[in-house]
């Protein structure tokens, strides 16, 4: 039987590179890294951020609003903190991994923003059409990020990039609509000296034909000329009669500047316009431009990092994708600007970066948010003055480790705690030690839990266990070693051995799953190029 064909962007490796077997780490706060209110749930973390998202995965799947990212763009120029060079097929499978642990984590009504340049815009629109769904495609921009053009380029000065725009479930999508600019505004005027204040005119036809909608096709008499107009054969008035009567007792006709026009306006009062639906054309004068994310920069850190986004271009994603108290999250943090953005805006955040100006840069950034001092940016737009606060965490050590026989044991690093916690990950159980019974480790649901030690599990310790579980409970043990006589002792109990309940199941021992490919596979030619 001929298999199914679908549509979908193929390339080499996918399918066997683009699916790695991740390893669920746990987080640990480094206190003396976080930053003002310690009851804060903004979070930064420093780590691989393809673990790092694995990680966060059980706690915060379908909970973060808007993600926002701008990876390694690939254009073959090495930038100081990304090298970017991959080849096509090397990005797409670095880069799908992430985007299906960022939909994972998007709440329904969700969305996620990827900033890209034309260099690999297009493989990823089809790529993320087959993740995200194409009806689930909501737009993309395109940013215009120079204000003058590259005299040094070959061919075209490259002067826009795109963001990607697409929702988790597009029918619970909700778009906020841009507060109005002296912009919008400046088309209202009063040249009649309405006591409405400022109006604009709109047209008064509609899109039907007179066929369709006989009722709309009427004359309407000029006052000022008393000739009788009707609208064009091909289209009809916006109004019936009765309402057309209507406006013009409320003085809501203008026939132009002379009132001799052939067709009458609508008159709309600045007072009743609404909020401006967002446009797909973001221009520098807009939302800011390289130059000024690098004058930004260059006021905050000595070296500046070298692909900043403006604060007033993630301020224009996050206000059409979020409202006050949302979840924001980026995987790419970068310098932190998407960071410092959401908590001036008063949206929760979540960050990850990898790199070491996650200390040099994101941490110092992020601490005169907290305190007020930094009033770059969008801070003076909303009136920021400070507040708030957020925890730094780092990515635990990989559980296993091969000893010098090459036998997989656990890391000793991990202390007992750790253990607990990861082994509780690890087993799909939420951490949360009871506070009475040492074995309740963790939960699944009410009735489930875990229990993680390194002693040697006797008969008596099970037994001493068993006596205060109540009859609907269940219990799974993993622990090193146990006695005989202890494994199906009592049927509502599991018992399991570490680490060979773990083999097999994930990458243990796997630290990096960056983008920063220094050498690439080399691919070799098929036959039929030779022929």
């Known amino acids: 039987m001929q298999k199914k064909q679908r549509l979908e962007l193929t390339w080499i490796g996918k399918g066997e590179k683009d699916n790695p077997k991740l390893e669920p780490r746990i987080l640990i706060e480094d206190s003396e890294k976080s930053y003002g209110d310690k009851n804060t749930e903004n979070i930064l973390i420093h780590g691989d951020n393809l673990l790092a998202l694995k990680a966060l995965e059980q706690d915060y799947a379908g909970k973060v609003k808007c993600i926002y990212i701008d990876p390694p763009y690939n254009t073959g120029n090495a930038f100081e903190h990304y090298d970017d060079g991959l080849e096509h097929s090397e990005w797409l499978n670095l880069i799908k991994p992430r985007l299906v642990l960022l939909r994972s984590l998007l709440s329904n ?14 493989y990823l629109k089809v790529l993320c059409d087959e993740l995200f769904g194409r009806n689930n495609f909501i737009t993309s921009i395109t940013w215009g990020k120079r204000v003058s053009p590259a005299n040094d380029a070959k061919f075209f000065s490259s002067d826009h990039d795109y963001i990607l725009v697409y929702a988790k479930n597009k029918d619970n999508w909700v778009i906020n609509r841009l507060e109005r600019s002296e912009s919008n505004n400046s088309y209202y005027k009063n040249p009649d000296s309405d006591h409405r204040g400022a109006w604009n005119s709109i047209t008064y036809t509609g899109n039907k034909t007179r066929l369709e909608r006989p009722n709309l096709y009427y004359g309407i008499v000029n006052p000022n000329t008393n000739i009788t107009v009707y609208p064009p054969e091909t289209l009809t008035w916006r109004y019936s009669e009765e309402t057309h009567l209507i406006n013009e007792q409320n003085n809501l006709i203008y026939w132009g500047k002379d009132g001799k026009s ?6 709309q009062f600045l007072s009743d316009a609404k909020r401006v639906v967002p446009r797909t054309i973001w221009t520098a004068d807009d939302v800011g431009s390289t130059q000024t994310s690098m004058t930004e920069q260059k006021k905050m850190f000595e070296a500046p990092f ?8 993630l301020e224009r994603v996050l206000t059409i994708g979020t409202k006050k108290g949302d979840l924001v999250l980026d995987s790419f943090l970068g310098s932190g600007t998407t960071a410092a953005v959401a908590h001036k805006m008063g949206r929760k955040w979540i960050g990850i970066e990898l790199g070491e100006h996650c200390h040099t840069h994101c941490i110092p950034r992020l601490q005169k948010v907290t305190d007020g001092t930094d009033q770059g940016g969008i801070s003076k737009a909303v009136n920021w003055q400070g507040g708030g606060g957020f925890k730094y965490y780092y990515l635990a050590p990989s559980l296993l480790k091969k000893d010098k ?24 159980f939420r951490y949360s030690p009871d506070s009475e019974l040492y074995w309740k480790q963790g939960f699944s649901n009410e009735f489930d839990f875990i229990y993680t030690t390194t002693q040697f599990l006797t008969v008596e310790m099970l037994d001493s266990i068993y006596s205060e579980m109540k009859s609907s409970e269940t219990l799974l043990i993993a622990c090193k070693s146990f006695q005989d006589g202890c494994n199906k002792r009592y049927p509502n109990i599991n018992i399991k051995k570490i680490p060979s309940m773990l083999l097999g199941r994930c990458e243990f021992g796997k630290e990096d799953y960056s983008l920063n490919i220094l050498s690439l596979p080399e691919v070799e030619d098929s036959a039929e190029d030779d022929e």
């Not at 052939?262 to 008159?267: C, E, F, Y």
Request: one cysteine or more; glycine letters at 6%.
């Open 306 to 313: 070298a692909t900043p986004k403006p604060e007033i271009l």
């Open 262 to 267: 052939s067709i009458p306006r609508l008159k």
């Open 109 to 122: 009504d969700g969305s996620i923003w990827i900033s890209i340049d034309d260099q690999e815009c297009h």
């Open 405 to 428: 026989f090459g036998n997989w044991v656990i890391e000793e690093q991990y202390n007992a705690d750790m253990l607990a916690a990861a082994m509780a990950k690890q087993e799909g």
